[in-house]
């Protein structure tokens, strides 16, 4: 009589925060699946992991909510918390009910191993400065989009801003091999039009000794050695933006005219306090090029509000700054404390209600230099990957409502016919009705 078939673990990952956690968590899953563990959807899996963010407070305290949750919904799952956060605080997730191992950045290579062993040690985190291995898998579904998927070719940062713990949890700048690259985006090109390249850092791809290759080299070669039709960079530090960059992602079809460039603030002052590395001057020069390389290019930022000691003429002297430049989007960031910065041990900490306003104010002005970019596209053909539920996005970054339904993944000129609230409308002969 044949032995009955001893089940595998059943595991789900839950990612949050940026687009290299979404990469690390794909990672995470393809490891478990090849030491046997069976992932699931389901909420009643046995290994519950949680691949967290910690750039905020707010991204902390919903990591411990889903902790909760998750041991009150299905109190027999083991509970495995990684990530940024798990690196930062260690002990405070592991005191959390529930929690069966944290497993830091440090060890995140590990962690198929640490789940497969009996547990000698509820906490596995070491020195995240000698990492040196690069974990990182496509992301072929983030945010839903199945149509663009992001492969993380960098990790780590070697900046210091005064506000930042990013590099306290990922470690130092670390590149991914370029054969890795390009196989990568070649087999990902088989099924998809286009390909999101991102990183923590990602303008410092290539950066160690021995590469003897920067960014624009790598896309070069991409272009040259894969059938890729579009490559689209994620955010890339303002002094990384190089003539020679902007220059080759201008002339180049197959790359998005999409150019995201972190600002934080439009004060010298503050940007001096942040310990950023340019100053609104080099920032300008930047995205002045930009445009002028790329007329119908979009060009975003982040922007930080209430950061320690701004006082109401710094923060009109952001937007002030905002307002000049030709942003056709922003993402806007309140400050937020972060244990064991510079910023959170200064005593001039900017109220939250203040935050939010300055917050708000911007967006306000955000939300209509879109519109004003928006606008500007009405009656012309732009090329555009289809996406889900009707939708595309064009090369330079904005959403489409398609008038027609066509399938994903494909890569089409669409005429637009008029604008929404939040994007684009596909022209059709037949007028839209409102309900």
């Not at 990684?82 to 405070?92: F, S, V, W």
């Not at 002005?365 to 009656?379: D, H, S, T």
Request: with cysteine.
């Amino acid at each position: 009589m044949r032995s009955a078939q001893k089940s595998m673990p059943k595991f789900v990952v839950h990612n949050f925060g940026c687009r290299a956690s979404q990469a690390d968590g794909a990672a995470i899953e393809s490891m478990l699946a090849h030491h046997g563990f069976e992932q699931t959807r389901d909420s009643s899996a046995e290994f519950v992991v949680l691949n967290t963010c910690t750039v905020t407070n707010t991204a902390d305290t919903e990591v411990r909510q889903i902790v909760r949750r998750v041991h009150r919904e299905n109190p027999d799952a083991r509970i495995v918390v990684t990530g940024c956060y798990a690196q930062r605080a260690p002990e405070e997730i592991a005191q959390l009910p529930g929690v069966a191992l944290v497993v830091g950045n440090s060890h995140k290579t590990q962690i198929a191993d640490l789940m497969s062993a009996p547990y000698h040690g509820q906490i596995h985190v070491g020195d995240i400065f000698e990492a040196r291995d690069f974990l990182s898998s496509p992301v072929e579904d983030a945010s839903g989009d199945r149509s663009r998927p992001n492969l993380k070719i960098q990790d780590g940062c070697g900046n210091r801003c005064s506000f930042c713990i990013i590099p306290f949890v990922r470690g130092r700048s670390r590149s991914a091999p370029v054969a890795q690259i390009v196989d990568q985006v070649r087999s990902l090109s088989e099924r998809y039009p286009e390909v999101v390249l991102t990183g923590i850092n990602l303008g410092r791809w290539g950066r160690e000794a021995g590469f003897g290759m920067r960014l624009v080299d790598l896309l070069r070669l991409l272009l040259v050695d894969t059938d890729v039709r579009r490559l689209r960079l994620s955010s890339v530090e303002p002094m990384d933006w190089s003539d020679e960059l902007l220059q080759f992602v201008a002339r180049e079809d197959r790359i998005a005219k999409h150019i995201h460039i972190p600002l934080q603030s439009g004060s010298d002052a503050v940007l001096r306090r942040m310990h950023r590395r340019y100053r609104p001057k080099h920032y300008e020069a930047r995205v002045r090029l930009a445009r002028e390389l790329m007329p119908d290019a979009a060009i975003g930022a982040d922007v930080m509000v209430g950061f320690p000691g701004e006082t109401e003429e710094e923060f009109e002297q952001t937007c002030a700054f905002v307002e000049t430049m030709p942003f056709t989007y922003l993402h806007i960031f309140p400050y937020s404390e972060r244990p064991g910065t510079p910023a959170a041990e200064r005593p001039d900490q900017v109220p939250e209600s203040v935050r939010k306003d300055r917050g708000r104010i911007l967006r306000q002005i955000g939300l209509r230099k879109n519109a004003e970019f928006r606008r500007g596209f009405m009656g012309r053909t732009l090329s555009a990957v289809t996406i889900e539920n009707g939708r595309a996005i064009t090369s330079n970054y904005l959403a489409i409502e398609m008038s027609s339904a066509r399938p994903a993944r494909m890569m089409v000129n669409i005429r637009i016919g008029s604008v929404t609230e939040a994007g684009l409308r596909e022209w059709t002969a037949f007028p839209v009705l409102s309900s």
